[in-house]
């Protein structure tokens, strides 16, 4: 991956909230990404053809919560749809509704694209992931999600995409929105009410008994592959994941991951439909 890409991940984001305008240079990592009308121009990589077919395919299987690509500017940046709203950033503490509605569209992502098939010689910004259930994301977040009226109305950032399972994609989404975080606040109550906001999510999203067991661990080892590759980034010279692992976001991630193991039982115990002590609830 060259030093120039645009990475998918949080840690090379300059995160923009607040309402978008027309005519404006966006934020987009460590690379210029800018708005002409309706329409968004962002560097292209090697895995952005593979992106623009499933985004065409999202959108002939009717799935809306996406923008559509256009093909390539005469710089050859890639042009996608302008979606009109909202783009929070990682800190912002969406309402139950909104939680049950982002994994509602993120089931109905996966759903449409479980019949995917990648144009020949597709790339992918991460490596597939067996088994290869659906296309995932690969970073569902707020700083990647629309919002209207305080609703998450789109994801957008398709750079990310990758075949994987899909609780790879749910564990992380999970993560972003419940907010599994350690902001030193251990309480009791605070473990309860992420304990059940994530079962929310998992109910909305219609989630299995496997997957529902799985996603705590999925949790951490969505982490540990941030790191890992935010840590190789950097050591190959990559100045914006460099930038990142200098100030620290990589302990960040260690001490969450540190933080959803402690409290992993509450965790499984409401995925699973009991409180911490067994009972059911």
């Not at 292209?44 to 923008?67: C, D, I, N, Q, R």
């Amino acid at each position: 991956m060259s030093s120039d890409s645009v990475a998918g991940e949080e840690m090379l984001r300059e995160e923009a909230s607040g309402e978008q305008t027309a005519g404006e240079v966006m934020a987009g990592g460590v690379n210029t990404v800018l708005r002409i009308g309706d329409r968004v121009h962002r560097p292209a990589g090697e895995w952005t053809p593979t992106v623009h077919a499933l985004l065409a395919h999202l959108a002939s299987k009717g799935f809306t919560a996406a923008p559509r690509a256009h093909g390539f500017d005469a710089e050859g940046r890639e042009v996608v749809d302008f979606v009109v709203g909202d783009v929070p950033g990682s800190e912002v503490v969406v309402s139950d509704e909104a939680l049950a509605d982002m994994a509602l569209l993120l089931r109905g992502l996966h759903d449409a694209s479980t019949d995917f098939v990648p144009p020949a010689g597709a790339s992918w910004y991460f490596e597939p992931r067996e088994p290869a259930e659906v296309i995932c994301h690969g970073d569902v977040a707020p700083y990647n999600t629309v919002f209207r009226d305080g609703r998450p109305v789109a994801l957008i950032d398709f750079d990310t995409a990758h075949p994987a399972p899909r609780v790879w994609d749910v564990a992380y989404a999970a993560y972003r929105f419940v907010q599994l975080v350690d902001e030193d606040a251990e309480a009791e109550a605070v473990v309860g009410e992420q304990a059940r906001r994530l079962a929310l999510f998992a109910d909305a999203y219609g989630l299995g008994a496997r997957d529902r067991a799985a996603v705590v661990g999925m949790v951490v080892a969505r982490l540990r592959h941030l790191i890992g590759f935010m840590r190789r980034q950097a050591a190959a010279g990559h100045p914006g994941f460099g930038r990142h692992v200098a100030e620290g976001h990589d302990g960040y991630y260690l001490r969450n991951i540190a933080y959803v193991e402690r409290h992993r039982a509450a965790f499984d115990a409401a995925l699973a439909g009991r409180d911490s002590s067994g009972n059911s609830s």
